[in-house]
């Protein structure tokens, strides 16, 4: 009986652990699915899964395709690598035909093992080209045509109306600007990132965000719809008024390449068909905050239809296009939000809400008041030590976001282009009683994926890492910072020498770290 149960154990086993064998988590330039992949010769990476240990790669083989019919049948590949011989699984580089901008591809892995097995070829992913020659671009700079206010600097609006005339497959923007940017298409946001489009040395690299935007068109009439804010880009950086340190200018460069299901393509882009005026936004900047006057909103100018005769047209602009990069570092994200967990009143009488929590970000309120009535928030760390409201180690920093209601029911206000490092907010001016759930702290930062997560027994230690983690959280905010809440927050590569070990062990920073603001 032992002589035939054994064998049939044996087989079980092995039948087992090869049907657990697998191919999995695969990333593109150390992304899932990747949109605008900015590299000729991507890197490829892999995890091998198994039940048992001891299991290696001893082979690996890739197909790459321009659909999921060919890919599995294994024709009309761009590339099939073969067989290799190789324990390699992390940044395998591509080696087939030259991948085309815009094009979206599929790919597989197989892979064989020490203990004789070979997987499945995993269930297909994909990645997208960016574009990756100038001349991909048939997009113009545009600036406003207006005379700016060259002290408060408001937000330029940007509108373009167009058709879509035929049943649409799919659709890429490809955007980037001098300054931060946000854009809406048909009324609704264009992606999830935040304070685009990064910071970088911008004479030298100037990175463009590639959004899918299939979803918010519409076959008929579109509306395009950007604001623009100073950013890095030309805002107050560092100390004695020092501004305008990549340019005065403001700009726009926009391109949305439509395919439509009969296969044809079109492009609608940035040129001097535009229209600019400017809007609620009355002022913003990184180090002072934001001013937003919901009197001067221009009711309906991200939908069609809206009656845009009066505004400016926009000026055409030759800059260079040559220093455009697509992004591979992840964008600046929401994350999580928080309540107050106290409404106080200071020994100055000061009106404060305590979100109980350190973090980089900032605060969505609702109001309702009439029309003037202005609600000044301000941002602050700590209380001194007797209970106020303390701003002093921010230095110059004004740190505020005023919000001018518009007077019509309740209303919702937060920031667009600049954040906060806070626990604690001062509220002046809020019309009528300061409840707690009009008020929710959100945490902006770049968005990596968490290593993993640690508790022990002993409490101190369990905070000392929440700390740390918040730390991190707090200033990888495109670029490592040293602080955010002062007149600095710079990328002074020494404080990120120190942390980068810590950094990657709590976080995935390899992206993160690929860009920095001098390199």
Known sequence: MKKIILPLVVSLAWHISFAQLQVDNLLCENLSNPIGVGSSQPSLSWQLRASNRNVLQTAYEIRIGRDVSSLTKGSSLVWGSGKIDSDSSVHVAYKGS????????????????????????????????????????????????????????????FRKEFKAGKKIQSATAYITAHGMYEGFINGKRIGDSYLTPGWTSYHKR??????????????????????LGSGWYRGHLAWNGNKNVWGKDIAMLFQLDIVYADGSKESVVSDGSWKTTTGS???????????????????????????????????????????????????????????PIKVLTTPKGEKVIDFGQNLVGWVMIKAKGNAGDTIRISHAEVLDKDGNFYTENLRAARAQAVYILRG?????????????????????????????????????????????????????????????QWGQKGNFLDVPTDCPQRDERLGWTGDAQVFSRTASFNMNVNNFFIFSPSG
Not at 303 to 326: C, F, M, Q
Request: charged share 25%; hydrophobic share 35%; aromatic share 14%.
């Open 408 to 468: 019509e029911g309740e209303e919702f206000f937060e920031p667009h282009f600049t954040f906060f490092g806070f626990r604690y907010i001062k509220i002046e001016g809020y019309p009528g009683e300061i409840k707690p759930e009009n008020f929710t702290a959100v945490a902006l930062y770049s968005d990596m994926e968490p290593t993993g997560s640690f508790t022990c027994s002993d409490s101190l230690i369990n905070q000392l890492q929440h700390n740390i």
């Open 206 to 227: 100037l990175q463009y965000q590639t959004y899918s935007v299939t979803d918010l068109l519409n076959q008929g009439s579109n509306i395009i719809a950007m604001g």
């Open 281 to 339: 936004i009355t002022y913003s900047e990184i180090y002072d905050g934001e001013i937003i006057d919901a009197r001067k909103q221009r009711t309906g100018w991200r939908t069609p239809g809206y009656d845009d005769r009066n505004w400016s047209d926009v000026v055409v602009k030759d800059y260079d296009k040559a220093n455009l990069i697509a992004t591979q570092n992840e964008s600046v994200r929401k994350h999580e939000t928080f309540v």
């Open 98 to 157: 030259p991948l085309q901008s815009g094009t979206k591809y599929f790919w597989q892995v197989r892979v064989w093992t020490n203990s004789g097995e070979t997987s499945k070829w995993n269930e297909p992913v994909t990645f997208q080209m960016g574009l990756l020659h100038v001349e991909d671009w048939k997009a113009n700079w545009i600036e406003p045509g207006f005379v700016e206010d060259t002290l408060n600097r408001p937000t330029p609006l």
